[in-house]
């Protein structure tokens, strides 16, 4: 069976779930994932893609090596304008996620919370449920969404409730995080590698478990 992880941003894919694919992995699953946004021209006062050639180059070069540590099968990357697909139809985004939907036909598939505070989050989910609408040849069975730390926990007021858990191993979502070295912040910054940790440890408390991953179930086909 095939999952497909579907994230705006390099890096969303490892802190929303790479332990929980990580453990689907090594029961046999074949994992894949979609990254949409560029993620690096909002940080400029104007987006310029030539002037971020090298930074998007060495980003994309990171992708590949973090999802090579848990063995995702393939990595598909677009370049949408980071933190701007508000500025994107929401239709070309959709195209996207259904040509490769239709490529990986995965049964899972994980992406972001609809309420995060980025835009490029919610507008994820949103392009997620048009593109897997339940009809009859729909390969999709199962959809969760995960949080996303410094975007999930930022915006008010906190609605994210998770339903689903899956305890995990955390060393490979830490050194997976670790290949971001563009990405990744200092603690106590959320995006690093004491807060991946904190957080997998109070998920675990909720659950009696040592390092957990929580989600929201949006949709279940039994």
């Known amino acids: 069976m095939n999952i497909l992880i579907i ?10 779930c790479f332990g929980t694919v990580e453990k689907l992995i090594k029961q046999g699953y074949e994992a894949y994932t979609l990254i949409l946004g ?11 893609l ?16 973090a999802n090579n540590i848990i063995r995702v099968k ?18 070309d985004i959709v195209k996207v996620i259904s040509k490769v939907i239709n490529d990986v036909k995965p ?10 505070l980025n835009i490029d989050h919610q507008i994820t989910y949103k392009a997620v449920i048009t593109a897997t609408r339940p009809m009859d040849n729909c390969f999709v069975k199962e959809i969760y969404s995960f949080e996303i ?16 858990f899956f ?25 690093s590698i004491e ?10 408390m909720r659950v009696g478990k040592k390092y957990v991953e929580a989600f929201k179930s949006v949709r279940i086909i039994k």
């Open 7 to 16: 994230v705006a941003h390099p890096d969303d894919e490892v802190l929303g």
């Open 38 to 48: 560029e993620g690096k021209t909002s940080r400029d006062e104007y987006r310029n």
């Open 50 to 65: 030539s002037n971020k050639q090298d930074e998007i180059s060495e980003l994309q070069n990171e992708i590949i090596k």
């Open 74 to 91: 393939k990595v598909f990357i677009e370049t949408f304008p980071d933190n701007r697909f508000d500025g994107v139809e929401l239709l």
């Open 107 to 116: 049964e899972i598939i994980f992406t972001h919370f609809e309420n995060d």
């Open 149 to 164: 730390l410094s975007s999930t926990e930022w915006n008010y007021p906190l609605s994210f409730s998770p339903d689903t």
């Open 167 to 191: 305890e995990i191993e955390i060393n490979n979502k830490q050194k997976a995080m670790l290949e971001y070295k563009s990405e990744l912040r200092d603690f106590p910054h959320p995006r």
């Open 195 to 204: 807060g991946i940790e904190l957080n997998a440890k109070y998920n675990g």
